[in-house]
């Protein structure tokens, strides 16, 4: 069974920086790209960033870019996502997710909050 | 970047009914988009891929089309489960773009 479990949520203060983690299992990790989606309360869906396999390829939403770094270790399954000069603007859940575009493989974490709050 | 807009917005419709929901791509984007559903407090699920193939496990009440720049979603008799938010994702290229959502509730 496919599992991403997100966790580094939590409430930082405008400016601060923050890592979200995500652990992978029930599938080759090292074999996809991944994804971190966010969502802002009551608002809809924004892709933030894009990791390909074995990270050579890296994009970013510009709302994020120069200050968001995600990253990955194949080794330990895992996805992450340095969160720095954060702003009140940046408050929502995000989602670690396998976008299987043209393909039937598609899976999101549960989310963890992200709350920048003075 | 791509920009998906999607109609309507919020739709209000009744158990049995038929339901089509639309996003339109700013250039083609040949059949590189997936549908997604959402329920309150949950992740997305994806209910179709390359814009007309349904996703695993997905009842076959949910079905798509399109290509280029305009894409469906049809729900051809809603469900009291089907009650959600949907969304609309392009994949053909980065930054990847969302649209911005249809609310279906019930009438």
């Known amino acids: 069974e496919v599992q991403l479990v997100e966790s580094g949520g939590g409430l930082v203060k405008p400016g601060g920086s923050l890592r979200l983690s995500c652990a992978a299992s029930g599938f080759t990790f090292s074999s996809y790209s991944m994804n971190w989606v966010r969502q802002a309360p009551g608002k809809g869906l924004e892709w933030v960033s894009s990791i390909s396999s074995s990270s050579s390829y890296i994009y970013y939403a510009d709302s994020v870019k120069g200050r968001f770094t995600i990253s990955r270790d194949n080794a330990k399954n895992s996805l992450y996502l340095q969160m720095n000069s954060l702003r009140a603007e940046d408050t929502a859940v995000y989602y670690c997710a396998i976008l299987g575009d043209g393909y039937n493989f598609d899976y999101w974490g549960q989310g963890t909050l992200v709350t920048v709050s003075s | ?107």
């Open chain 2, 1 to 107: 970047d791509i920009q998906m807009t999607q109609s309507p917005s919020s739709l209000s419709a009744s158990v049995g009914d038929r339901v089509t929901i639309t996003c339109r791509a700013s250039q083609g984007i040949r059949n590189d988009l997936g549908w997604y559903q959402q329920k309150p407090g949950k992740a997305p699920k994806r209910l179709i891929y390359a814009a007309s193939s349904l996703q695993s496990g997905v009842p076959s009440r949910f079905s798509g089309s399109g290509s280029g720049t305009e894409f469906t979603l049809t729900i051809s008799s809603l469900q009291p489960e089907d009650f959600a938010t949907y969304y609309c994702l392009q994949h053909n290229s980065y930054p990847r773009t969302f649209g911005q959502g249809t609310k279906l509730e019930i009438k």
